[in-house]
């Protein structure tokens, strides 16, 4: 697994506490929402100690993955353990097998122009960068493939409800957790409401010098976010613990169902 899959993987669990008749508690173990860097990788400068900015992993676009992939391997070093990934449209298993030299932890790809082999790489992650209307049979299909993430690089506010609704359909269906670009300035309310659609994380534009001064709060109101609201699927069935003794009511109830035999 990638280091942004496990990420992933934390961001959407919910640690159960006590389960039974009485209350339930859940609390998390980590953020409920990713911050995720991203831009073109010759018009950003690395920074330091992007973790302790509450950097969670950074997105480099590559135009020209061959004379580029230095640049990922600048950042992946630069990035110590926050994970590094590129974007590339026409991706190949030699572009993959670079990435992971460089140091990339994940590859964000165009599926109708990304070769097959090139998702054959098992400790790389993937997204597919998704844009425009997808089908429904489309995004049914994401579910057989092993993708840490939908990445909406073209989605664009204000967050209507009927956007929401838009963001919900293409989680419910693919099943998949969404990436949607974000402004710095972001309120908490509006990161709920993008969370609750299916997004579980944000991506700002790192090649805009007031992105990094702004980093701070960002990561403050990400940290701040309530806990994720169940849904009805996520309620775990509650069941009694298994060899329990049959009552003296029990027995009772079940000698007089056994029927009597035949004279």
């Known amino acids: 697994m990638s280091k942004l899959g496990d990420k992933i993987g934390k ?7 006590a389960i039974g008749f009485g209350a339930m508690a859940a609390r998390r173990d980590a953020p409920s929402m990713l911050l995720i860097v991203h831009g073109p990788a010759s018009g950003m400068r690395p920074a330091a100690d992007l973790a302790g900015r509450g950097v969670d992993a950074v997105l480099l676009s590559l135009s020209n993955p061959q004379a580029e992939m230095g640049q990922v391997a600048k950042w992946a070093e630069e990035a110590g353990d926050v994970p590094c990934g590129a974007q590339v449209t026409a991706a190949s298993g030699r572009i993959v097998a670079d990435l992971k030299q460089a140091g990339g932890d994940f590859l964000a790809f165009d599926a109708e122009a990304t070769s097959a082999e090139a998702l054959l790489e098992r400790e790389m992650g993937y997204v597919l960068a998704l844009s425009g209307e997808p089908t429904e049979s489309f995004l049914r299909l994401m579910d057989a493939f092993s993708l840490d993430g939908l990445w909406l690089y073209d989605w664009q506010g204000p967050l209507t409800v009927r956007r929401q609704m838009e963001l919900f359909r293409l989680h419910l269906l693919s099943r998949k957790p969404l990436f949607v670009p974000a402004q710095p300035d972001i309120g908490p309310a509006e990161l709920e409401c993008l969370r609750d659609a299916g ?26 976010l309530p806990p994720r609201a169940r849904r009805r699927e996520e309620r775990p069935d509650v069941m009694l613990p298994l060899g329990r003794e049959l009552s003296s009511q029990d027995e009772e109830e079940e000698e007089e169902g056994q029927e009597l035999p035949p004279e």
């Open 11 to 17: 961001a959407r669990r919910l640690e159960l506490g």
């Open 199 to 224: 997004v579980v994380a944000i991506a700002v534009n790192g090649a805009e010098p007031s992105t990094w001064e702004r980093l701070g709060d960002l990561r403050q109101a990400i940290d701040g």
